[in-house]
Each structure stands twice: as C-alpha cells, then as structure tokens.
C-alpha cells in the first residue's frame, strides 16, 4: 500500500484527461497576422524569415482570401515604398502603399477580416529613423503631427484599428484627438505600449528596409532592464485613451506581459517578433526542433502569461494545423 495521498499524475493519464483539466489554450482568435506590402513591382520573399514575402497589392489580396479561409480576424500592414525623405512622405501620402493597399483589401473584402496598420515613420524615412529629426535625434512633438495624419489617412483608406509602434511621448492622445476630430470617433487604437530596443528586431529590418542608417532607436525604444518604467509606459497608454496596449518583444518579456495582465483591465497584445520567428525557423530547417511542437508551446506561453491577442509570423502555419 501507497502512502501517497497526492498523485498530480493521476490528472495526465490520458489525453482526454489532459484536456479536461487544461487550463489554457490558444485558438485562431487569438492571432494576429502581420504582413508586408510593398510598391515594387514583384513580389519577394525574405530571406531571414522563410515562409514571409513582401506582396505586391495583388498578390496580397490573393493571400489574404487564404488568411480568411481560415478564419484568422485580423491582419496587420507594413508599408514598403519605393520612394523614402527625411520626413516620410511616403507614410501619411492618401496613394502611398499602405492606404492604396487598404483601399483594394476593403473594396475585395468588405469586412472580412480586420485591417489594422501599423503606424510609424521608419518604413518611410530615408534615414531610417522612426520619426524626424532635429540636431541628430528623433524630435517627439512634431513627430506627433505626422503620425496624426498617418492615422487619418489609413482610416480614410479602411483601417479598422490604427497601431502605432514608434514609441513617440504622447503619441496615443495625439492620434486619438486628430481621429476625433476627423469624425473617427469609433476607431480603436492598439498602441505598442511597452515596446524595448531589441535585438529580435533584426529580420525585420530587412524585411522592411528599415534599419537606422545612424545610431539607434536607443533614445525612444525602451531600455531592456526596465520592468516599472514598462508598467507606468502602458498605464500613460491606457490615460491617453488606447483602446488595446501592447509588450513587444515575446518571448524575452513574458514577466512584463504577466504584470501587465495583473495591473490593468484593458485588451493586451504581444507581439512575437521577427527575430523570435527567425530562430524557431532556421533551427527546424536544421532538424533541430519540431517546429510545429516549439510553436504551439511558444504561442500557449503567452496566452498563459496573460495575453489576449498574439501578433505572429506563425498565425498562418497555426491555423493551417488548428482547423
Ligand atoms: C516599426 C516596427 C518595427 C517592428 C514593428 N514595427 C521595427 C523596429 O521598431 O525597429 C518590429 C517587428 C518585428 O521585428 O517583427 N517601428
Ligand atoms: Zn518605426
């Protein structure tokens, strides 16, 4: 006879077993689907993050009837423009790539799946900066006043919720006073609200051409360590009226994604960046992992440490393997 009185084994014998005490689990309404569109000519694939392309609006618009098919519900918009300046034109002009993109994605779909742009200069600054710049650095206020008409202009285009990702002071009041003012009044902004200086950005970067030809974002992206300053950066979100925050990176970051669940009431995104994407790719193309098994653990940790909503380069493979 068995002294034991606690056996927790008892609860994983079996898999129906398993799955009636599960606690968590990640469903394909929890994802999110950034994508990059570009004003090329052809369409490409990038390199460091297989299985992503940067799609002409045609090819895009083939692409999202497969992301609908699977029912994902939102998708987000990266603009890649011929054209760049020192002040990013190409990011509040109503025919730039992302509003022209918006425009044939809402005229094919009606309202199918939510289009949410991310807002920021970078894409679209020559000098790779997410904003413009005064005596070598990015100046915060009238960086506002260009991310305000960015905002506008995509909501114009058919945005569903606009999201910002430049890490500007005030921005969130600042956009949300200039949709007002417009008669946007219902439009939902998604601000990246803790968003560190990060490394994991890399293939991004390259994704989007748009890497800082000087320096850093060191002076506006959050510094890595700061685990309060990332609490009082949401709660100043949350003030200014967004309607959903964000922590960004993952993976590095799920003790600020479970304060911040712990904290504040509002919907909380993470995004699973590029460079998180990048490493489970190249190690399974090694044989390494099993890609699919790292994945589906990956995205459950973040529903666990608190996430709502998951913005992810896997959201495609993780429907294709959840219908
Ligand atoms: C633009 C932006 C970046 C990402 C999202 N929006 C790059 C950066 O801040 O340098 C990163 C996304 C990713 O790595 O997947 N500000
Ligand atoms: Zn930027």
Redesign the pocket.
């Known amino acids: 006879m068995s002294s034991l009185l606690h056996r927790p084994r008892r609860l994983r014998s079996s898999e129906l077993m398993r799955r009636l005490v599960r606690e968590t689990q990640v469903t394909v309404d929890d994802l999110l689907y950034?994508m990059f569109v570009t004003e090329e000519a052809e369409s490409r694939s990038i390199p460091s993050m297989p299985g992503i392309s940067r799609f002409t609006v045609e090819d895009l618009c083939r692409e999202v009837e497969g992301i609908i098919a699977l029912n994902i519900p939102a998708i987000m918009l990266?603009g890649i423009p011929n054209k760049k300046d020192a002040v990013g034109s190409g990011g509040y002009d109503e025919n730039g790539i992302v509003p022209t993109a918006l425009r044939a994605l809402r005229k094919r779909f009606g309202n199918a799946i939510l289009l949410v742009p991310?807002v920021?200069m970078?894409?679209y600054t020559d000098h790779g900066h997410?904003g413009v710049l005064e005596n070598g650095d990015v100046a915060n206020d009238p960086t506002l006043e260009l991310l305000t008409r960015s905002s506008v202009c995509y909501v114009e285009a058919g945005a569903d919720i606009i999201a910002p990702?430049?890490m500007m002071d005030g921005r969130v009041s600042a956009i949300r006073e200039g949709l007002d003012n417009s008669g946007y009044t219902h439009v939902p902004i998604m601000s990246?609200s803790a968003?560190f200086t990060s490394g994991?950005?890399g293939?991004?970067?390259e994704a989007?051409d748009?890497a800082p030809k000087f320096g850093d974002?060191r002076t506006y992206?959050m510094d890595p360590p700061n685990r309060r300053e990332a609490l009082r950066e949401i709660a100043l979100d949350i003030d200014e009226g967004a309607d959903i925050v964000m922590v960004k990176p993952g993976l590095a970051y799920l003790d600020i994604l479970r304060d911040a669940r712990e904290q504040f009431n509002t919907p909380l995104a993470v995004?699973n960046?590029?460079?998180e994407y990048s490493m489970v790719k190249a190690a399974a193309q090694n044989g390494w992992i099993d890609e699919a098994r790292v994945v589906d653990e990956t995205l459950t940790a973040f529903k666990r440490a608190g996430a709502d909503i998951i913005l992810t380069?896997h959201a495609l493979d993780f429907a294709r393997r959840h219908r």
């Open positions: 950034p990266f991310d920021c970078c894409e997410c990702s430049d990246y968003k994991y950005y293939p991004f970067r989007a748009s974002r992206q995004y960046v590029s460079g380069y």
